[in-house]
């Protein structure tokens, strides 16, 4: 059995059984069955749970007239991805603004668990950013057909037709690629930073680990930022009537 975190002993002490029969149900055998749940997982959990804790207070803070610290954030966080939202995608671009500033939540928090002793980031294992990259894929394809309808199908096949037969799995396989360059972006670089913050505090315990921490923290914001605008390229080249 693979070493678990504390949070996650905690949640296949309590929640195993369920999460046992939840993976019975769809016919997938769990490789432990006496620790279904694994440590990606419980942290995934876990940053939904602190999302959810965070916008509460938000929430219950929010004022018109006296907005605070916390509001200030969240609201300066989402003027800037719809800054950029509207310099990528222009006209329209309100509409896709609430699933980007929930991507933008999530990897950043999960980017950054990974610096608190205990936690470890859950976009350091490929199965998130796999899942995060999957999500955005099919996001932006339903919205460039509910958007252009049969001229969005159109556009795989070229401007010429007697080409179409080879443009046609160009297209696909270059959509497809997506996946997997958002995939390997964020989880190379999120994985080599636990591995490097996580070598030096072994070697060196004090001092120079705040160095790497402080490049963890730049490296999470960075492809927190990638992931962010690479989404709302997609978006525009899907939706807009030029393409």
């Known amino acids: 059995m693979p070493e678990q975190l504390w949070v996650t002993e905690f949640l296949n002490h309590y929640f195993g059984g369920i999460a046992n029969s939840l993976l019975h149900m769809v016919r997938i055998q769990p490789k432990y069955p006496a620790a279904p749940i694994t440590n990606p997982v419980a942290m995934e959990i876990l940053v939904v749970l602190l999302l959810l804790l965070f916008f509460a207070i938000v929430r219950a803070r929010m004022s018109v007239d006296k907005p605070g610290g916390l509001q200030h954030l969240v609201e300066a966080a989402e003027e800037f991805v719809a800054e950029q939202a509207h310099g990528v995608m222009g006209h329209g671009y309100e509409r896709y603004i609430p699933y980007a500033i929930t991507l933008l939540y999530f990897i950043l928090?999960?980017?950054?668990?990974?610096?608190?002793?205990?936690?470890?980031?859950?976009?350091?294992?490929?199965?998130?950013?796999?899942?995060?990259?999957?999500?955005?894929?099919?996001y932006y394809h339903f919205h460039g057909i509910r958007v252009q309808r049969h001229r969005y199908i159109k556009q795989f096949l070229g401007p010429l037709w007697g080409l179409a037969w080879l443009m046609l799995p160009i297209e696909i396989v270059s959509h497809f690629a997506r996946i997997l360059s958002l995939t390997v972006r964020l989880y190379a670089n999120m994985f080599a930073g636990d591995m490097v913050t996580l070598a030096f505090f072994s070697l060196v315990p004090v001092l120079v680990p705040v160095l790497f921490l402080g490049l963890h923290l730049f490296v999470s914001l960075v492809q927190t930022f990638i992931f962010v605008m690479l989404t709302l390229v997609y978006l525009g080249m899907a939706v807009s009537e030029e393409h």
Do not use: I, W
């Not at 928090?109 to 350091?124: D, I, K, Q, R, Y």
């Open 109 to 138: 928090l999960g980017n950054l668990l990974g610096l608190v002793p205990g936690f470890e980031s859950p976009t350091a294992s490929p199965t998130v950013p796999l899942g995060c990259a999957v999500l955005t894929f099919v």
